[in-house]
């Protein structure tokens, strides 16, 4: 499997050599796991989909734990329950042996499946996208239990929404018209949801549109 990962995936995702370590001692602590196909899942069944992000060479300093699956799935307040199954983000290097680790220590089975079939640069890279299928929030911890939630801008071509977010806390929503020229429907909707909280409690601004790719697309 990790050999496989490293060839397969085309390199990405890190060399799986210490995810495999990892893998190996946490089959002989948990024992072995459940690894089933897409139909095997109620269609309602809440699938959570895993990657590690970052830098591999960081690994070479820190190694690779588990201590983030319980701060996840147990402390985070939009993953309060262990989800019905784990999955591959990506197949490739660690972010293919990872999951299998999940699945082990939160005792539920492993989809043998995945968005890509190799490593792909960026998370929104995958076969989702072909589908318009992109996850409207992405969730992030770290071993010392500080979370965020990625929540885009969503611009319909209709509505423009925008929130403001500390950790998993919604501070300030809105929702603003789309323009014409989509930058000013988006800035709208900030300068409303900016009322709200002050410019140096800002810590990032994250953006996702399909207006202009639809637009591109249908030529409208």
């Known amino acids: 499997m990790a050999r496989g990962a490293a060839v397969l995936g085309g390199g990405g995702a890190g060399d799986p050599f210490i995810a495999e370590v990892m893998l190996g001692e946490v089959l002989r602590d948990k024992g072995p796991i459940d690894v089933i196909g897409p139909d095997e899942l109620d269609d309602d069944a809440d699938v959570a989909p895993l990657a590690l992000m970052g830098s591999p060479h960081a690994l070479s300093e820190k190694l690779l734990g588990t201590a983030e699956l319980p701060i996840l799935f147990s402390g985070n307040a939009l993953r309060s329950r262990p989800p019905a199954a784990v999955m591959p983000y990506e197949m490739a290097g660690m972010n293919a042996l990872y999951p299998l680790a999940a699945a082990a220590l939160l005792e539920v089975p492993c989809v043998d499946g995945d968005f890509a079939g190799r490593g792909v640069p960026s998370l929104d890279l995958v076969t989702l996208e072909l589908d318009d299928g992109q996850p409207d929030a992405y969730i992030l911890c770290d071993p010392n239990r500080r979370t965020v939630t990625i929540q885009k801008i969503d611009v319909g071509g209709t ?19 789309t323009s014409e020229d989509v930058t000013s429907g988006i800035l709208t909707a900030l300068g409303e949801v900016r009322k709200a909280v002050a410019v140096d409690d800002i810590a990032s601004v994250f953006i996702g549109t399909t207006a202009l790719h639809q637009r591109d697309r249908t030529g409208s």
């Open 159 to 177: 509505n423009t929404d925008a929130v403001v977010l500390d950790g998993s806390r919604v501070v300030a929503a809105t929702k603003a018209p």
